[in-house]
């Protein structure tokens, strides 16, 4: 018997912190009773989600899939919108078992790289914060932030939900004009934290597009809307990068 959010996860059925919304939720049943945070659960259990009962076991020899995706703007990183805007799901292939899990979001505003697995365990560790797993950004913003801006941005500002920070700040070549250009690096993934960041200091992004997620880096061939599948030792770099957690 382990914890049930762990055992869906394990089955590639979300990442832990869906689940566990999920369970708050009164979504999930086991044996008929309305599942609680903290239960647990084994694989012959019958575990139900909105009523629809869940296949726990992943074929024989099925491994976990991975893919990298070059989200455009104008997307929502969600499996359905109120707004009906188009969701980053509509595009993907079908894996060959369980669901597709995106590990972590970027806003409907920003582009670049987003890692989409059936492993709900590694997505889990690869979002968690005591992963510390690096995501690094190309951001354009309006303006000429001096040195004193940069020192803020890297000793730390506070936010609406408490301190953050940059790890790391580097000019970027790109920027022009009214415009800068930075890549800045961070090891959190909260809601807009890299635009937040910087209209806390006074400056607004024009443009933000995720480059890196821990050690995979978009690669420089693909375009918005392309999708690439990761392969075996794209994983197991991934697996390594959270093996300490």
Known sequence: MIRLQKLLAEAG???????EGW????RVSVGGRTAQLGDRAALNDEVRLDGRKLDLLRPSGAAPELLLYYK???EVTSRSDPGRRPTVFDRLPQPAHGRWISVGRLDVNTAGLLLLTTDGELAH?????SGEVEREYLVRVRGRPGSEVIRSLLEGVVLQDGP???DRISTDSAGQGAHS???VVLHEGRNREVRRLWEAVGFEVSRLLRVRYGPVELPGDM????IRRGDAATLERLRAAVRRV
């Open 72 to 74: 455009p703007v104008g």
């Open 223 to 226: 375009r918005p809307g392309n």
């Open 181 to 183: 250009s930075f890549r």
């Open 164 to 166: 953050a920070r940059f």
């Open 13 to 19: 059925l979300g990442s832990r912190r869906a689940i």
């Open 23 to 26: 369970i708050r939720a009164g």
């Open 125 to 129: 560790h690869l979002m968690h914060p």
